[in-house]
C-alpha cells in the first residue's frame, strides 16, 4: 500500500477509505509488502528487513548506534511475524479462496476487513516497545528531520488528493481503483469501471477532513516523541499506548463516525462490484489468492 504516514501510525492504523478502494488486494498485499505477483512477493518479505530499515531512516535520520537498534528490533520483529502471523495470513487467503466465487453481501465484506484490522492491531502491539526505545533517542535535529518527511508526504497527499478539478481528483482515484481491482480479477468491464466511478463519487470520504486529521495525528506523533524523550521506560511505554489508542479513536469531534460511514461505504462498494464479476474473474481471484496463499505458508516455513 502506497501511503504515506508517520513511523508509527505505520503500523498502527489502516485509512478507513482504503476499504473503498482495494478491498480484496490490500488484504493479500498487506501481509507482504508488495505490488507484485507471487514470485515477487517472497522476495520482497526476504528483502523486508532493509526495505523496512531504510523506510524508518528516511523518516529518523538513524545515528551509528540506533541503526544498529534498529536492525535488531526489526529482525526480532519479523521474526516474530513470520513464524506467527504468516500462517494466519494463509489461513485467512484460504478463507478467502472459498468466499471469492460466491456473491457478497456488505456485512461479509466489512467481517473480512475486520480480519485485517485485527493483524493491524496484533503488530501494533508488538511493536510498541521497539518504537518506543527508538523515539526515547531521538535528538533535535531528528525531530526536525521528521517534520521536513511529514511536510514531504503531505506535499504528495494535497498533490494526489485535492489539487485539479473535482473531475480530475475523481479520475485520479478511479485510475489507482480500476487498476488494484485488474491486479486481482483481471481486466474489468466498461459497466464494472463505472460503477467503481459511481461508488467513489458517492464516497463520504472528504480528503480536506483527512488531511487536517493527518495533520493532527502528526503533531501529536511529534508531541508524544518530546514525552518519551523526557520519560522513563514505563512511562514512556503508556505515552506511547495512549497515542496509538488516540490514533485509532480520534478525539476529533465526529471523525470516527465519518470512519465508519467510510468503512460501511467500502464494504458495500467492495460487494457491489464483486457481485458483477464473472465466472472468469472470480476464478482469477481464486489463483491470485492462492498464489499468495502459497507465499504465506512458503515464507513462514523458512527460518
Given at each position: 500500500?502506497?501511503?504515506?504516514?508517520?513511523?508509527?501510525?505505520?503500523?498502527?492504523?489502516?485509512?478507513s477509505?482504503?476499504?473503498?478502494?482495494?478491498f480484496?488486494?490490500?488484504?493479500?498485499?498487506?501481509?507482504?509488502?508488495?505490488?507484485?505477483?507471487?514470485s515477487?512477493?517472497?522476495?520482497?518479505?526476504?528483502?523486508?528487513?532493509?526495505?523496512?530499515?531504510?523506510?524508518?531512516?528516511?523518516?529518523?535520520?538513524?545515528?551509528?548506534?540506533q541503526?544498529?537498534?534498529?536492525?535488531?528490533?526489526?529482525?526480532?520483529?519479523l521474526?516474530?511475524?513470520?513464524?506467527?502471523e504468516?500462517?494466519?495470513?494463509a489461513?485467512?487467503?484460504?478463507?478467502?479462496?472459498?468466499?471469492a466465487?460466491?456473491?457478497?453481501?456488505?456485512?461479509?465484506?466489512?467481517?473480512?476487513?475486520?480480519?485485517?484490522r485485527a493483524?493491524?492491531?496484533?503488530?501494533?502491539?508488538r511493536?510498541?516497545?521497539?518504537?518506543?526505545r527508538?523515539?526515547?533517542?531521538?535528538?533535535?535535529?531528528q525531530?526536525?528531520?521528521?517534520?521536513?518527511?511529514?511536510?514531504?508526504?503531505?506535499?504528495?497527499?494535497?498533490?494526489?488528493?485535492?489539487?485539479?478539478?473535482?473531475e480530475?481528483?475523481l479520475?485520479?482515484?478511479?485510475?489507482?481503483?480500476?487498476?488494484r481491482?485488474e491486479?486481482?480479477?483481471?481486466?474489468?468491464?466498461?459497466?464494472?469501471r463505472?460503477l467503481?466511478?459511481?461508488?467513489?463519487?458517492?464516497?463520504?470520504?472528504?480528503?480536506?477532513?483527512a488531511?487536517?486529521?493527518?495533520?493532527?495525528?502528526?503533531?501529536?506523533?511529534?508531541?508524544?516523541?518530546?514525552?518519551?524523550?523526557?520519560?522513563p521506560?514505563?512511562?514512556?511505554?503508556?505515552?506511547?499506548?495512549?497515542?496509538?489508542?488516540?490514533?485509532?479513536q480520534?478525539?476529533?469531534?465526529?471523525?470516527?463516525?465519518?470512519?465508519?460511514?467510510?468503512?460501511?461505504?467500502?464494504?458495500a462498494?467492495?460487494?457491489?462490484?464483486?457481485?458483477?464479476?464473472?465466472?472468469?474473474?472470480?476464478?482469477?481471484?481464486?489463483?491470485?489468492?492462492?498464489?499468495?496463499e502459497?507465499?504465506?505458508?512458503?515464507?513462514a516455513?523458512?527460518?
Amino acid at each position: 500500500m502506497n501511503t504515506s504516514a508517520e513511523p508509527l501510525r505505520s503500523l498502527w492504523l489502516i485509512d478507513s477509505k482504503i476499504i473503498a478502494r482495494r478491498f480484496w488486494l490490500t488484504l493479500a498485499l498487506l501481509t507482504v509488502l508488495t505490488l507484485g505477483a507471487c514470485s515477487t512477493t517472497r522476495l520482497a518479505y526476504n528483502q523486508a528487513p532493509n526495505l523496512l530499515y531504510w523506510w524508518l531512516d528516511g523518516y529518523m535520520d538513524f545515528s551509528s548506534a540506533q541503526s544498529t537498534q534498529a536492525r535488531q528490533d526489526i529482525d526480532t520483529f519479523l521474526g516474530w511475524h513470520r513464524s506467527t502471523e504468516l500462517p494466519t495470513y494463509a489461513r485467512q487467503l484460504q478463507q478467502w479462496q472459498a468466499l471469492a466465487p460466491q456473491d457478497m453481501s456488505p456485512a461479509q465484506a466489512c467481517a473480512q476487513f475486520e480480519a485485517v484490522r485485527a493483524a493491524v492491531q496484533r503488530a501494533s502491539e508488538r511493536g510498541l516497545e521497539p518504537l518506543t526505545r527508538l523515539g526515547q533517542q531521538l535528538d533535535r535535529e531528528q525531530m526536525a528531520h521528521l517534520q521536513r518527511h511529514q511536510d514531504k508526504g503531505n506535499q504528495s497527499f494535497a498533490e494526489e488528493y485535492l489539487e485539479g478539478s473535482p473531475e480530475e481528483r475523481l479520475n485520479r482515484r478511479v485510475d489507482q481503483a480500476v487498476s488494484r481491482s485488474e491486479m486481482l480479477y483481471g481486466r474489468l468491464s466498461p459497466a464494472q469501471r463505472e460503477l467503481v466511478r459511481s461508488g467513489l463519487q458517492q464516497s463520504p470520504w472528504d480528503p480536506q477532513k483527512a488531511l487536517q486529521e493527518r495533520l493532527r495525528r502528526q503533531s501529536e506523533l511529534r508531541q508524544t516523541l518530546q514525552t518519551l524523550q523526557n520519560s522513563p521506560n514505563g512511562t514512556a511505554l503508556d505515552a506511547s499506548r495512549s497515542y496509538l489508542i488516540r490514533v485509532l479513536q480520534t478525539p476529533t469531534a465526529g471523525y470516527n463516525a465519518n470512519s465508519q460511514a467510510l468503512v460501511q461505504h467500502g464494504c458495500a462498494q467492495f460487494a457491489a462490484l464483486h457481485n458483477t464479476t464473472t465466472t472468469e474473474q472470480r476464478a482469477n481471484a481464486v489463483r491470485v489468492l492462492k498464489g499468495y496463499e502459497d507465499d504465506m505458508r512458503a515464507l513462514a516455513a523458512q527460518r
